[in-house]
């Protein structure tokens, strides 16, 4: 394990934020997370993960020990007529699986094309897109105390999923560090195409028999033209959760707002963050170097050399302004360091 010292962090953040490190590493394998664990120690300072800097705003140089999670491979455990069992390291790039599972026709994550960061993220985010959430496939993930520096295998049960929750963003939360992930995917494909336009883009694409990689295009299609691309302009996709209200709550904003789109679920009705953003005048807004993307309300944007206090300080008037006009509260989740 090399440690560097004072690093800009700015290659390994989405949002292309120029802030450094006090310390920072990478690592291969669990034994160099318990080295680093150890060494964050002896130095006393914090220990950061980090997996592909897609779910985070740097606001200020970073007084800790910066790690950067490298843990590779894609392994079938076990695999019968129907499913199979894979094991996939915590650094793997998301996307990259979701490609690899399309090769092998392994099908249940194709609808989460092109989401950006890394395997070992998926579970603490709970990532989801177009109808499909990574508690669908998941069965189990392994992660280190960081106290005692033993593994532990969490199962979908004790990893107590919810929307764009997970036991590792609450209860448990800066206590394990994600090495390996393991998912249930499926050989005989269950093509989900009800969510959004799915359907309308796959009849533009001109597609009728389906299969894994005509609805990972289609969705890789909706994504890159709704979403900057933080390569071009720095983002980090969707800044904040689609806040879910009680039915009356709704109700009553409908008869103010007839236009108000609300899905109900299991907890009342979600209302979607982008429509609230967009009634508030947020959309297309520009302050400086940052600003509010002009396609997609949800995602605030880096155009170049904007600092990370500006974007959390927009966010907050965000937050501010659909609170004072529809009473709901925004929750951003791009995690503030």
């Known amino acids: 394990m090399n440690i560097q010292e004072n690093i800009s962090l700015l290659p390994y953040n989405t949002f292309g934020i120029d802030k450094k490190a006090k310390y920072f590493a990478q690592v291969f394998s669990e034994n160099d997370i318990k080295s680093a664990i150890k060494e964050a120690k002896r130095l006393n300072l914090p220990l950061i993960p980090l997996g592909g800097g897609s779910n985070i705003l740097l606001t200020k140089d970073l007084d800790a020990f910066v790690l950067k999670i490298e843990i ?87 990893c107590r999923f919810g929307y764009r929750e997970s036991v590792f963003k609450n209860e448990l939360k800066d206590q394990f560090i994600i090495c390996r992930v393991v998912f249930k995917l499926k050989k005989k494909p269950e093509f989900q195409v009800e969510y959004g336009t799915i359907k ?74 982008a429509w609230l953003i967009e009634q508030t005048g947020w959309k297309g807004k520009t ?21 990370g206090e500006e974007i959390k300080l927009l966010s907050q008037k965000i937050q501010e302004s659909v609170k004072v006009k529809f009473g709901i509260d925004l929750h951003p989740e791009v995690n503030f360091l």
């Not at 533009?204 to 990689?213: A, H, P, Q, R, V």
């Not at 302050?287 to 600092?307: A, D, R, S, T, W």
């Open 72 to 158: 590779r491979g894609i392994k079938v455990l076990e695999e019968n007529e129907e499913d199979l069992i894979v094991e996939v390291g915590a650094g793997e790039n998301w996307h990259n699986f979701v490609l690899h599972c399309i090769e092998k026709n392994w099908s249940g994550v194709e609808n989460l094309s092109l989401i950006p960061g890394t395997v070992g993220a998926s579970p603490m985010q709970n990532i989801g897109a177009y109808g499909v959430e990574i508690k669908e496939v998941f069965q189990r993930l392994t992660a280190i105390n960081r106290e005692t520096l033993k593994e532990k295998i969490f199962s979908w049960e004790e």
């Open 200 to 273: 309308e883009t796959l009849l533009e694409m001109g597609i009728k028999d389906l299969t894994l990689k005509h609805i990972s295009d289609a969705i890789i299609h909706i994504r890159q033209s709704k979403l900057p691309d933080p390569k071009v302009i720095g983002n980090a996709g969707s800044f904040f959760k689609n806040p879910t209200i009680s039915q009356s709550s709704f109700d009553r904003l409908k008869r103010e707002y007839p236009n108000i789109p609300g899905f109900p679920n299991q907890e009342g009705v979600k209302v979607p963050a």
């Open 287 to 307: 302050f400086g170097k940052i600003g509010v993307h002009k396609n997609q309300p949800l995602v605030l944007v880096n155009y170049g050399g904007g600092e």
